[in-house]
């Protein structure tokens, strides 16, 4: 059992930056590969990225690409999505999910477990 909790959500303003976190409990929390989502209001919940469970593969959606940039402290069991250049677009709900798979964690049927969410609003 994982249980995960995000963290960095807020207002910012239209090229600004804000770095999600996302702890997590459990002694395993290594053995999972890590995913960031998004969910904005009307609209299915969408991938954004996804690191592997040693941090040396990530995964970004075309959308993002350049701009976030996903990581992890293992000693910490936290993940990062460091969020840059920032669109109005962009605003959403923000969930950090766990799961074991093998190769690119990249659909929400991937996770087997999810955190709570955290707004990020991004005024133009």
């Known amino acids: 059992q994982v249980q995960l909790v995000e963290s960095g959500g807020g207002l910012v303003q239209a090229g600004g930056s804000l770095r999600l976190s996302c702890a997590a409990s459990g002694r395993t929390f290594s053995s999972y590969v890590m995913g960031w989502f998004r969910q904005a209001p009307g609209k299915e919940r969408e991938f954004v990225a996804a690191?592997?469970?040693?941090?040396?593969?990530?995964y970004y959606a075309d959308s993002v690409k350049g701009r976030f940039t996903i990581s992890r402290d293992n000693a910490k069991n936290t993940v990062y999505l460091q969020m840059n250049s920032l669109r109005h677009e962009a605003s959403a709900v923000y969930y950090c999910?766990?799961?074991?798979?093998?190769?690119?964690?990249?659909?929400?049927?991937?996770?087997?477990?999810w955190g709570q969410g955290t707004q990020v609003t991004v005024s133009s």
């Open positions: 690191i592997s469970w040693g941090g040396g593969t990530t």
């Open positions: 999910a766990a799961g074991m798979v093998v190769g690119a964690a990249t659909r929400h049927c991937d996770y087997n477990y």
